[in-house]
């Protein structure tokens, strides 16, 4: 019998194109997704050594980082993001890429519209020249960001160099409690590895808790695999993942689609596989989690406090914490849920899904928010989670609320565009960074579910989800 | 790209674990088209007051690390966003060389893109250069990547390891996308015999989702 293998050797050994000891493998690439933020310098460099695009058939291309939110149909107010805009246009063109401009249908983020259309199906090999390519792993891929040195790279052969990484494991059993979502399970194995635990690693993530997730909520623990270090996260593709995929525009159909997933369904770790690191959570013990520093291993329950930075026993922690509270302006030892935030955003590849806002418009239903707040942001992930919200109207349950509501893009997640966290402002974000000046220069970002975003954008500071009397 | 053999420079210390490519070079120069001139923008936030004025308070600024072209830093350094532009503003603003005990994955694979070699060494080694350039002015080390050795004048000998293949591109400055287009037979035997398989690697037919050029 040959031996048991995970889903990533499966994944990686049918994309080997080239393979000598000593040397990285030459590695095939089947879908090339790209932006405006890393592309136009890897276009430049290609029209510079006169080269072609190999595949522009699998190379997709869509505006997101800088697109404004709102007034699309008015000339752009910002002409440096225009400039990259045109360039994409032009880039697109050119060279036969299929490209969603920001007044496409089918525009959003690029880790949600690869999905949502289909682009994205298991086994493939997905790039991007974005960290959070990640999310993609979800459907039983290997996906993950480049650099854009390596995007120009697929431009010009549709493969990449690697080296095969070790497999890790995080398993999660059991069931979550109600009120604790795929943002606060992922959040907690971040607290749990540390922001550099899964380093060098391609991590499949198993258990009755992650196989209870809906494909979104996949996608969100996904999304996150890069803030643990690894560059690459995956869940192996079951029925879930069928259903979600067909019919979607770019999935075959008929005939074609049953071999696909005749296909699919060998894409498991087989029993006896090895893994090089293996972690294990318990989903019932994990709680809602907010963010109290400056990155998303910087976590905590909401039912915990504020740390104190001496209980770092190792000194350069110890700094770090302090450094972050100083930045957040915090004190040790305050309780989570005392701490008022200025802004909510629901939002961002890693939450921006239909059901994410579902979740979030439930909990805001009949509500307002707080007098206290400036503002309150809900940005779908795509124009066609956007519309699909609107047959559903939670737009209207958003804005009744007193939530903007507007079009798709990365927005406040990276500040690109005008929708940007002030200085010295407080956010609850249900985005993935809490990097210093990430959402604007002195900004203060709590990452946490969209559930704890919207409770927290109602009471103007966080509050248990579980316990809240909000909740019916 | 510019070939990386050995290097002798002032080393410059950013005491800090975790530092993100966030911090690197912040979002709002990531509109650029060019790779030129990120130099500039590099550390942005800690590095400037308002104005662009240079801060006193950031180790960058500080008289005696003026020059430098060598970086120790802490732990997981180029942590977050896979932009390329942070190895850029490194490499604009001077710098040749990184030493750290840790990197992440995306920023590490970058830095050979650039001519920069980010070197390992571990917890305790980094501790000593920390502390060496700590207590002389104009501390110096010397980067040898042939020999993959770290040293300094006063007897600190150390040695590193980088992967056979990236050590050999980077000595040469190779471009890697010239190297692969010697297997582009390869390549097109992959895509042939692929191609039964046309769930995964087929040609995709986008023209009904296009959106009309305007």
């Known amino acids: 019998m040959a031996r048991p293998k995970t889903l990533y050797e499966k994944i990686w050994e049918a994309h080997v194109v080239r393979e000598r000891p000593g040397e990285p493998s030459l590695i095939y690439i089947d879908r090339h997704l790209i932006h405006e933020g890393t592309s136009p310098q890897a276009f430049a460099g290609l029209k ?29 107010a910002d002409s440096i993001a225009a400039a990259q805009f045109e360039a994409l246009d032009r880039n697109c063109h050119e060279t036969g890429v299929t490209l969603f401009n920001m007044f496409s249908h089918n525009q959003g983020i690029v880790h949600v519209i690869g999905p949502e259309l289909g682009i994205t199906q298991p086994g493939q090999t997905i790039v991007c020249g974005d960290s959070h390519t990640s999310t993609h792993g979800a459907f039983g891929t290997l996906a993950f960001g480049i650099g854009t040195s390596e995007v120009e790279h697929v431009l010009a052969t549709q493969t990449l ?24 399970v992922i959040l907690a194995i971040i607290g749990r590895i540390g922001i550099g635990g899964g380093t060098g690693h391609v991590i499949e993530y198993t258990g009755s808790a992650i196989r209870e997730l809906s494909m979104e909520g996949r996608m969100t623990v996904c999304n996150m695999t890069i803030e643990g270090g690894a560059r690459a996260g995956m869940v192996a593709p079951d029925e879930a993942t ?113 059901e994410d806002l579902r979740l979030a418009a439930r909990l805001v239903e009949g509500k307002r928010v707080s007098t206290s707040l400036k503002q309150a942001l809900v940005v779908p992930g795509s124009m066609i989670v956007k519309s699909q919200a609107e047959q559903e109207g939670l737009d209207k349950i958003f804005r009744a609320a007193g939530f903007e509501w507007r079009d798709a893009g990365c927005s406040m997640c990276i500040g690109m565009n005008a929708d940007v966290l002030p200085s010295g ?39 248990d989800v579980r316990k809240w009397s909000g909740v019916q | 790209m ?147 050795t770290v040293n300094d004048e006063s007897g600190l000998k150390l040695s590193f390891t980088v992967d056979p293949f990236r050590r050999e591109c980077l000595l040469h400055g190779w471009d890697d996308i010239g190297l692969t287009l010697r297997h582009a037979d390869q390549i097109a035997a992959y895509e042939r015999s692929h191609e039964p398989r046309a769930i995964l690697y087929g040609e995709v037919d986008a023209s009904v989702l296009a959106t009309p050029r305007d």
Not at chain 1, 167 to 178: L, Y
Not at chain 2, 97 to 111: E, Q, V
Request: charged share 25%; with cysteine; hydrophobic share 35%.
């Open chain 1, 48 to 76: 510079a050594a006169g080269r072609k695009v190999r595949r522009p058939d699998l190379t997709f291309a869509v505006m997101d980082h800088s697109v404004p939110t709102k007034d699309r149909n008015l000339p752009l």
């Open chain 1, 161 to 184: 160099s690697q080296f095969k990484s070790p497999a890790m494991a995080v398993r999660v059993e059991g069931r979550r409690p109600e009120g604790v979502t795929a943002k606060d």
């Open chain 1, 242 to 354: 069928f259903a979600y995929l067909e019919g979607r525009p770019f999935v075959p159909r008929g005939k074609d689609y049953q071999a696909a997933v005749d296909y699919w369904k060998t894409l498991v770790t087989d029993a006896g596989a090895k893994y090089d690191r293996e972690v294990v959570l318990n989903a019932p013990e994990i709680a809602p989690q907010v963010t109290w520093g400056t990155n998303p291993g910087m976590v905590t329950d909401v039912t915990g406090r504020v740390p104190d930075p001496h209980s770092f026993t190792n000194p350069v922690d110890r700094k770090a914490a302090e450094a972050a509270l100083r930045y957040m302006g915090l004190e040790p030892g305050t309780p989570i849920e005392n701490i008022a935030v200025d802004r909510v955003f629901i939002g961002s590849c890693t939450n921006s899904r239909l």
């Open chain 1, 425 to 463: 402002e407080r956010s609850a974000s249900t985005s993935n960074r809490n990097f210093e000046g990430r959402q604007g220069k002195g900004g203060r970002t709590h990452l946490v579910s969209p559930m704890m975003a919207a409770a927290a954008a109602i009471e103007g500071h966080f509050v």
């Open chain 2, 2 to 148: 510019q070939p990386f053999t050995k290097h002798k420079g002032v080393v410059a210390p950013l005491d800090r674990v975790n530092v993100d490519t966030d911090q690197m070079v912040p979002k709002q120069f990531l509109k650029a088209l060019t790779r030129e001139g990120f130099g500039r923008t590099l550390f942005y936030d800690w590095r400037y007051l308002p104005g662009e004025k240079p801060n006193p308070d950031f180790v960058l600024n500080y008289p005696r690390y003026q020059g430098a072209s060598i970086l120790v830093a802490r732990a997981n350094f180029g942590c977050g966003s896979s932009r390329e532009h942070a190895p850029w503003a490194l490499g604009d603003y001077g710098f040749r060389a990184l030493i750290a005990p840790s990197y992440a994955d995306i920023f590490y694979n970058n830095c050979f893109k650039n001519g920069i070699l980010p070197v390992t060494l571990n917890d305790a080694e980094v501790d000593e250069i920390f502390r060496r350039t700590g207590s002389e002015v104009g501390y110096e080390l010397a980067v040898d990547l042939e020999a993959q």
